[in-house]
């Protein structure tokens, strides 16, 4: 139990019991009458008053029920409560996980409140307990409120203040993102790191007490390492035994030979333990398609040696379908399950066209005779010369792809590349050390679309350059020398580079380089612009390339709801981060069309992480285990008790008031 | 029912003339009683009651040998020359009654609806009034009143009235008495007892209320003569009070003393007062019984005429 206001309670007592004990004490006011000798009733009474002043206080059942009223709304007004948890003094960091698992439905019993909801409700309770003072209190613990999903957010710095810290935490937003806390971890411990500038000591982190309620279904926990005299306590929120299945991802081509259809291809992720049957739904354009003819089967998740628990995955390719035009696809996991949001997954396929293809400085056979191989509008070879004049000139973008066969430029403008070898003269990848030799490859990304039907495990590379990759640069391909393939998306400018001459490898041997080539042609041409907006995920900005003259600009979010977008940049527009999954729409004016032109963005939210929506009994950290307790909210959450204390004091006062009539008015 | 009294009654209330003591219809019916007195007393002059003292009435009681020095008037010649010896004759004296009303006129008798003070002027007037009809010896005496300048008057008499052409002095002198002094009842008492002459009937007509006790006052009177009787006058509203709406929070100021006494009337304490009421009167009964003294409790509320003459007859104070 806890009191909120304790001194005020006090204060109340101590004014209101000395009046009441002194009017026992004094004499009452009381109705003169003369009577022939007070003899018999000296003998008699018993509240007799003397002369004096004072009297000797009776004790007597209304005195103590009086006093025990008062004591009884003194201690109403120190708003006693029954909590959770007891108070603590000092700082703590109240971590509250909002990112897309965080949204299901399972909070409480009744399954009306999802887990956000039922987690701020816990963490307001916790603040009340940890805070444990109103305005009369005294001391009261300092409170940060950080939320976090793909980023961390500060709702608020450590504030000692009750009501700033419960708005904050009312303040946090549902979103589709991803739950990272490594982000959270790292503001927190920034605020907390004392800088004494009169000591001439390095900065001290002082010790804080962490509070974190989620699912426990966390990217990056496996990165994180708590610090000496740091101590988590896990709320655990939500259900263990909520299942859920969803798309793990989404993908759509045109076949080779056949420009005016559309293959969709999806896969589906099963993370628990029971085989899972569904149905599955296109949609394009918003009108049903197709619904599969019969039930997916997906296995259940396995155990695997040194992967641990894998889940079950199956893949569905949908039957080609014409669509010469652009599209709007959508596949749905028919039937409920605890998450919603990865039961949908919906991409962009832009109009059926064919590339035009530059390679400047073709020296790898191989890599021309893939590309004259694809079906492609026209494939120019530019040697450097060509390729500087055209760059100086602008007529590099007559071109949908280039591709840098181990190019030495100095300039790219904006426009798509494909990069092998030498290290293109951008910003985010810089070259650095001697050439690694013998590499193999570590990791590869095999869910992004370049990397379809890629195996890239015999791959062998005599030699590569060593980069490392900025901000906006992905790597797609790992080895333990660093990056093999990274991807550059900024706007205007896109690239996949790959840090090594494929002459330099047996990749011209693999059937893995030719399938490579045309997925990476496809993916920044032809297909570029709608693949591209199809990997945006929640916590990503959408970035997309407008005509200079675009006006007027505003983006139609999921929920209907409609933004003005102001950019100074139209042909470098970003907007966002995006928050939740679904189609976002933008629409712009141009000068002389009084028509507004649209383009439609996915944001899908296909991670792993986020699919297994079980909450974690307990949170691995990379050295500590934390087990974690139920959050207490909603049917536990802890009770205000002065309610029911001024029952019970109105109670005491009906029977004072009935004693008193018993004595008084009687006879 | 009438209210608690708030104070002493009007002036305008009390009696006045003594048609206001005694009405011709009472003392009508007053003429046919007589005062009893539990013995026979010696009087001044011969009355109408016999005396213990044998002596010169005419009423024989007994012979006894003569001795030497006693009256040869009363030797029995005619049993002398039978007998040849000296006897006495031996008669019951007849003698008159010697009556004494003692009103208290102190303040706490001036309070009640009927006054207790003013119900004993007119009890006083009527047993006076049968005293002097049967040619009985009486006084009347007050204490605790004041004089004409308002001061104490301490013990006040009227003494040797006799027959019926007293009575309006009698009265005039109950009324001219003005109660509103404190206590005294010990004092008056010796007093009376210090002057008593001859013996006779004592009728004390008082509440008792003495904060300074009642016994030794008793003490003087009895078992020097006189048959005495404590009639103790009460109120209804001093026998019960919450009946007639006492109650609350209450600063009770003594009429006497002014003495005071912070009160929560409520009926624990309306309980406990009845209670030491029973208890106060059931002491002074004692108290008389153990001093062969008649003991009457007169509820002001009581009928006078009943009282004369049905209650007082019973308890045979009249006859």
């Known amino acids: 139990m806890t009191w909120l206001t304790p001194l005020f309670g006090g204060i109340v007592l101590a004014a209101v019991v000395p009046p009441l004990l002194a009017l026992y004490f004094l004499r009452l006011r009381r109705t003169r009458r003369v009577i022939p000798s007070t003899l018999l009733w000296k003998r008699s009474v018993e509240d007799l008053r003397a002369n004096a002043p004072f009297q000797r206080l009776r004790p007597t059942i209304l005195l103590l029920l009086q006093l025990l009223l008062l004591a009884l709304l003194a201690i109403a007004l120190m708003q006693p409560r029954f909590d959770g948890g007891e108070r603590r003094d000092g700082r703590t960091v109240l971590l509250i996980d909002n990112s897309a698992s965080m949204n299901v439905l399972d909070g409480d019993e009744t399954g009306n409140q999802s887990r956000l909801e039922f987690a701020k409700a816990s963490a307001i309770e916790r603040i009340e307990a940890l805070h444990g003072g109103g305005i009369f209190s005294g001391s009261a613990a300092e409170i940060m409120v950080v939320a976090f999903n793909d980023v961390a957010e500060i709702r608020t710095p450590f504030t000692d203040s009750r009501q700033a810290a419960i708005a904050a935490v009312e ?13 959270g971890l790292q503001l927190a411990r920034a605020f907390l790191t004392v800088i004494d500038p009169d000591r001439q000591t390095g900065p001290v982190a002082a010790p804080a007490a962490l509070e974190l309620w989620s699912d426990g279904r966390i990217t990056d926990l496996g990165d994180q390492v708590l610090r000496a005299g740091e101590t988590i306590d896990y709320h655990r929120v939500g259900s263990m035994e909520t299942e859920n299945i969803g798309i793990a991802s989404i993908a759509a081509q045109r ?31 918003g009108a049903v398609r197709s619904i599969t003819s019969r039930k997916v089967e997906i296995p259940p998740s396995q155990e695997k040696p040194g992967l641990g628990q894998v889940a079950g995955r199956k893949q569905f390719s949908f039957a080609p379908f014409d669509q010469e035009r652009d599209a709007i696809i959508e596949v749905l996991v028919l039937g409920e399950d605890g998450q919603p949001i990865d039961d949908v997954a919906a991409l962009i396929v ?18 021309r005779s893939i590309l004259e191989g694809m079906n492609l509008k026209s494939l120019d070879l530019l040697d450097l010369a060509d390729y500087e004049q055209l760059a100086e000139s602008g007529g590099l973008d007559a071109y949908d792809v280039i591709v840098l066969d181990d190019a030495a430029v100095t300039t790219m403008p904006p426009g798509r590349y494909l990069s092998f070898g030498r290290t293109p003269p951008i910003e985010g990848v810089t070259e650095f050390g001697n050439l690694a030799t013998g590499v193999i490859v570590r990791r590869s990304s095999e869910d992004h679309p370049i990397l379809r039907y890629v195996n890239l ?15 906006g640069v992905t790597t797609l391909v790992e080895s333990g020398d660093g990056a093999l393939v990274v991807a550059l998306d900024r706007g205007p400018v896109q690239m996949i580079h790959v840090t090594f001459d494929p002459l330099d490898s047996n990749w011209p041997y693999l059937r893995s380089f030719v399938n490579f080539v045309p997925n990476a042609v496809e993916y920044l041409g032809g297909l570029g612009e709608a693949l591209a907006t199809t990997g945006i995920a929640p916590g990503e900005p959408i970035v997309t390339r407008l005509p200079d003259q675009a006006k007027e600009i505003r983006i139609r979010l999921p929920d209907g709801s409609e933004e003005s977008v102001e950019t100074g940049d139209p042909s470098n527009l970003a907007w966002g981060p995006v928050r939740r999954t679904g189609l976002y729409e933008l629409s712009w004016e141009e000068p002389g069309s009084s028509d507004r032109r649209q383009r439609v963005f996915a944001v899908n939210q296909l991670d792993a992480t986020e699919r297994r929506i079980d909450a974690a009994e307990s949170i691995d950290f990379s050295v500590d285990v934390i087990s974690g307790s139920a959050a207490k909210a909603g049917g536990t959450r802890w009770q205000d008790f002065w309610p029911w204390i001024l029952g019970v004091a109105l109670a005491l006062m009906i029977l004072e008031w009935w004693i008193w009539q018993r004595q008084s008015a009687a006879g | 029912m009438t209210r608690f ?16 003591l005694i009405d011709g219809r009472l003392m009508a019916r007053l003429d046919h009683l007589d005062v009893v007195s539990r013995k026979i007393f010696n009087g001044r002059v011969q009355g109408e009651r016999r005396s213990k003292r044998r002596g010169q009435s005419v009423e024989f009681a007994d012979f006894r040998p003569y001795v030497h020095g006693d009256d040869l008037r009363f030797v029995d010649w005619n049993i002398y020359g039978r007998l040849d010896r000296l006897f006495l004759k031996i008669f019951l004296e007849e003698e008159d009654l010697s009556m004494i009303v003692v009103v208290d006129a102190s303040s706490s008798m001036h309070w009640g609806d009927p006054a207790k003070f003013d119900y004993a002027r007119r009890l006083a007037m009527a047993l006076g009034y049968i005293g002097l009809v049967n040619q009985n010896r009486v006084s009347l005496a007050a204490f605790g009143g004041l004089d004409a300048e308002g001061e104490p008057a301490g013990l006040q008499r009227i003494s040797n009235l006799r027959g019926r052409r007293r009575t309006h002095e009698m009265g005039r002198w109950l009324l001219d008495i003005e109660p509103g002094g404190a206590g005294g009842f010990e004092d008056a008492m010796r007093r009376i007892a210090l002057t008593r002459q001859g013996r006779g009937v004592m009728i004390v007509l008082s509440d008792f209320f003495q904060k300074d006790g009642f016994e030794r006052g008793l003490r003087y009177v009895s078992g020097r003569g006189y048959d005495v009787h404590a009639m103790q006058i009460l109120a209804p509203q001093e026998i019960e009070p919450g009946r007639y709406g006492m109650s609350g929070d209450l600063r009770l100021v003594d009429l006497e003393d002014d003495d005071e006494a912070e009160v929560t009337v409520n009926a624990a304490v309306l309980r406990g007062y009845r209670e030491r009421l029973d208890a106060y009167c059931g002491a002074l009964r004692d108290h008389c019984i153990r001093r062969s003294i008649m003991h009457t409790l007169v509820d002001t509320s009581t009928d006078l005429d009943a009282l004369l003459l049905d209650y007082l007859r019973k308890r045979g104070l009249l006859r």
């Open chain 1, 457 to 471: 495990d015999e791959l062998y590379i005599s030699s590569m350059h060593k980069v490392t990759t900025g901000p």
């Open chain 1, 171 to 183: 303040g946090i937003e549902p979103t589709d993102g991803r739950s990272f806390v490594g982000g």
């Open chain 1, 350 to 367: 832009p109009p059926a066209k064919r590339l035009r293809v530059a390679v400047v400085d073709a020296e790898s056979f191989v890599l």
């Open chain 2, 5 to 20: 009294p708030e104070g002493p009654p009007p002036a305008a209330s009390r009696p006045t003339k003594i048609d206001d």
């Open chain 1, 255 to 285: 076949p080779y030979d056949a420009l005016g259809q559309v293959q969709v291809f999806v896969a589906i992720e099963n993370p628990t333990a029971a085989r899972r049957s569904v149905d599955l739904q296109l949609s394009v354009n």
